[in-house]
């Protein structure tokens, strides 16, 4: 195992595992953010699931990683077995009273994140990945002594500020298990987000309300290209593939958070789970929607959309991880 400048390295599979159980988190996050109307034990059980995969991570960190002290490492790997064993409960008994689900998942909660705390503490860490580390954790644990102090504000806004909690954690374990060790890396990280923010939030706006411009998808599909295209201006086109992978993810953004973030931000009502499996390409045939293209249509299958999405996280996959382990190409 080769150590770099901010630490022991990880192993592969651990950091993909934290990349997997992160994003896994936002979605099931997001999920729980734009259906706030569903029946809250629908809801308290994904949450419980999303915060599973923490505790799933700090097990795996406290058996396998080098570098931690053993006081440190059975503190992890305890405090996630203990994690595990309180969420539990609450996965396979929903019907808990309120109370009874508030004190459990404040323990869940201050667990995680006095292990937060603590890993920020490390030396050895880059001070971002630390002081991300520090500020999550604290977080947690003030939402966990919060909903037990004040159990009427957990009321109103247990599932919300839940759900929030597990998307800040979500983010915070997609970094760590990237760890870039490389400014460019960093850059590339930070492009990345970008994307993702730029798609989701204000192409959403937009395409949720804007859709009577003549040669609409044209004039969407080049607004996805836009920003990028500062990277070829003041790079030149060595960099094409990269611009072209980003403006693909806005896209992917735009295309699989459409009515996640109508719901959420914007007051839309869309029933999510049959919309994503038209998406996907579970529908067939059915004609989700009509490329407006000025000069000609196209009607886009729920098969057709399915099969451009499965695409596009392949491109942007491959030419992401590209740059990721070859960041020396990449000017700063």
Same mark, same amino acid.
């Given at each position: 195992?080769?150590?770099?400048?901010?630490?022991?390295?990880? &192993?592969? @599979? /651990? *950091?993909?595992?934290?990349? +997997?159980? %992160?994003?896994?988190? #936002?979605?099931?996050?997001?999920?729980? $953010?734009?259906?706030?109307?569903?029946?809250?034990?629908?809801?308290?059980?994904?949450?419980?699931?999303?915060?599973?995969?923490?505790?799933?991570?700090?097990?795996?960190?406290?058996?396998?990683?080098?570098?931690?002290?053993?006081?440190?490492?059975?503190?992890?790997?305890?405090?996630?077995?203990?994690?595990?064993?309180?969420?539990?409960?609450?996965?396979?008994?929903?019907?808990?009273?309120?109370?009874?689900?508030?004190?459990?998942?404040?323990?869940?909660?201050?667990?995680?994140?006095?292990?937060?705390?603590?890993?920020?503490?490390?030396?050895?860490? &880059?001070? @971002? /990945? *630390?002081?991300?580390?520090? +500020?999550? %954790?604290?977080?947690? #644990?003030?939402?966990?002594?919060?909903? $037990?102090?004040?159990?009427?504000?957990?009321?109103?806004?247990?599932?919300?500020?839940?759900?929030?909690?597990?998307?800040?954690?979500?983010?915070?374990?997609?970094?760590?298990?990237?760890?870039?060790?490389?400014?460019?890396?960093?850059?590339?990280?930070?492009?990345?987000?970008?994307?993702?923010?730029?798609?989701?939030?204000?192409?959403?706006?937009?395409?949720?309300?804007?859709?009577?411009?003549?040669?609409?998808?044209?004039?969407?599909?080049?607004?996805?290209?836009?920003?990028?295209?500062?990277?070829?201006?003041?790079?030149?086109?060595?960099?094409?593939?990269?611009?072209?992978?980003?403006?693909?993810? +806005?896209?992917?953004?735009?295309? #699989?958070?459409?009515?996640?973030?109508?719901?959420?931000?914007?007051?839309?009502?869309?029933?999510?789970?049959?919309?994503?499996?038209?998406?996907?390409?579970?529908?067939?045939?059915?004609?989700?929607?009509?490329?407006?293209?000025?000069?000609?249509?196209?009607?886009?299958?729920?098969?057709?959309?399915?099969?451009?999405?499965?695409?596009?996280?392949?491109?942007?996959?491959?030419?992401?991880?590209?740059?990721?382990?070859?960041?020396?190409?990449?000017?700063?």
């Amino acid at each position: 195992m080769v150590s770099t400048p901010s630490g022991p390295a990880l &192993p592969v @599979w /651990l *950091r993909l595992l934290e990349v +997997v159980l %992160g994003l896994s988190s #936002v979605v099931i996050s997001i999920f729980v $953010l734009a259906n706030l109307d569903y029946q809250t034990s629908e809801l308290v059980v994904l949450v419980a699931v999303a915060l599973m995969f923490s505790a799933g991570r700090m097990m795996a960190n406290g058996g396998i990683r080098r570098g931690l002290a053993k006081l440190e490492a059975l503190g992890l790997l305890g405090g996630g077995v203990v994690i595990a064993a309180v969420l539990l409960v609450v996965i396979f008994l929903p019907g808990l009273s309120f109370a009874t689900l508030v004190y459990l998942f404040s323990i869940a909660l201050a667990i995680q994140g006095i292990g937060r705390v603590a890993h920020s503490m490390r030396s050895g860490q &880059p001070r @971002w /990945l *630390r002081g991300s580390a520090l +500020v999550i %954790g604290a977080l947690t #644990v003030s939402l966990a002594v919060g909903a $037990l102090l004040v159990p009427g504000i957990a009321a109103l806004t247990l599932v919300p500020l839940l759900g929030v909690i597990v998307f800040l954690n979500g983010i915070e374990t997609i970094v760590s298990g990237l760890r870039p060790t490389d400014p460019r890396q960093l850059t590339l990280l930070k492009l990345i987000f970008f994307s993702a923010f730029y798609g989701l939030i204000l192409i959403n706006w937009v395409d949720l309300y804007g859709t009577t411009a003549p040669a609409y998808h044209i004039w969407l599909i080049l607004t996805y290209m836009a920003p990028f295209g500062v990277l070829i201006v003041f790079q030149g086109l060595k960099d094409w593939q990269l611009a072209v992978s980003l403006g693909l993810l +806005v896209s992917l953004m735009n295309d #699989v958070g459409y009515f996640f973030v109508g719901d959420l931000l914007f007051g839309f009502h869309r029933a999510l789970v049959p919309w994503v499996e038209g998406q996907l390409g579970f529908h067939g045939m059915q004609v989700l929607f009509i490329f407006q293209g000025g000069a000609f249509t196209i009607p886009v299958t729920s098969i057709l959309m399915g099969f451009t999405i499965y695409a596009r996280v392949a491109v942007v996959t491959v030419v992401l991880y590209h740059w990721w382990t070859h960041p020396s190409k990449l000017l700063v």
